[in-house]
């Protein structure tokens, strides 16, 4: 069983670019969940991706955006990068388009900005 | 203001005793998660509890669940020094009009 990758480990950043941050879902998992956690907080939940649709967002802008694709695999873009964006950025994966299953998460992407 | 928080912030035992951790919410949930993870990597699942039910046990691990009072209480009991890490609780609210949420989590660190 494949396990949830995200992809890269590491990214750096300035202020105004633009990130695509990958993740590869657990095989059999159809959604994924992506998730900013800043540095001592818990996971924010930005959106989630089920059959390839977002299926509920919390409380980020616009410039967080998303995609999931036929095999389930995800990418999450950030526009017009700001400081506060510097963060952990985990996916998670699960069974079905409910909460109602455990989440596998994988370890991140570091994304700083300077 | 968060959905879950959990109590206390940080835990400093020595290995063999137990740890409760506790999470208060706000609003009606569909289920409650307990989640541990382990500096600079991701979230590792433990326990899902539903919100008919009121106990569950996974190995040294026990989870209850007390919907009148918005809580959750996890208890790790003989505790090992790989036991430390961070433990966060998270509400599924989604028929309840909010999205999955995680509390800022409890740092749990336990003493050879």
């Known amino acids: 069983e494949t396990g949830v990758t995200q992809s890269p480990t590491h990214l750096i950043k300035t202020r105004g670019q633009q990130v695509t941050l990958r993740c590869s879902s657990q095989?059999?998992?159809?959604?994924v969940s992506w998730y900013q956690q800043a540095l001592g907080q818990g996971p924010q939940f930005i959106f989630q991706y089920y059959r390839e649709e977002e299926n509920g967002r919390g409380n980020f802008p616009p410039r967080f955006s998303g995609l999931q694709f036929p095999n389930y695999s995800s990418e999450l873009n950030v526009n017009a990068l700001e400081l506060d964006d510097s963060a952990l950025y985990l996916c998670?994966?699960?069974?079905?388009?409910?909460?109602?299953?455990?989440?596998?998460f994988g370890d991140g992407t570091r994304l700083s900005i300077l | 203001s968060q959905q879950g928080e959990e109590d206390p912030q940080a835990l400093s035992i020595q290995e063999g005793e137990n740890a409760t951790m506790n999470c208060s919410y706000k609003t009606s949930i569909n289920n409650l998660q307990w989640y541990r993870q382990n500096s600079g990597r991701g979230l590792v699942h433990l326990i899902l509890i539903r919100s008919n039910e009121r106990e569950k046990h996974s190995g040294r691990l026990r989870v209850t669940l007390d919907t009148s009072k918005k809580s959750s209480s996890l208890l790790i009991t003989a505790s090992r020094a790989a036991d430390t890490a961070s433990y966060f609780c998270?509400?599924?609210?989604?028929?309840?009009?909010?999205?999955?949420?995680f509390g800022p989590g409890t740092r749990l660190s336990v003493l050879p």
């Open positions: 095989s059999g998992h159809n959604t």
């Open positions: 998670a994966s699960s069974l079905a388009g409910q909460n109602n299953q455990p989440q596998h």
């Open positions: 998270a509400t599924d609210a989604s028929n309840y009009g909010q999205n999955f949420v």
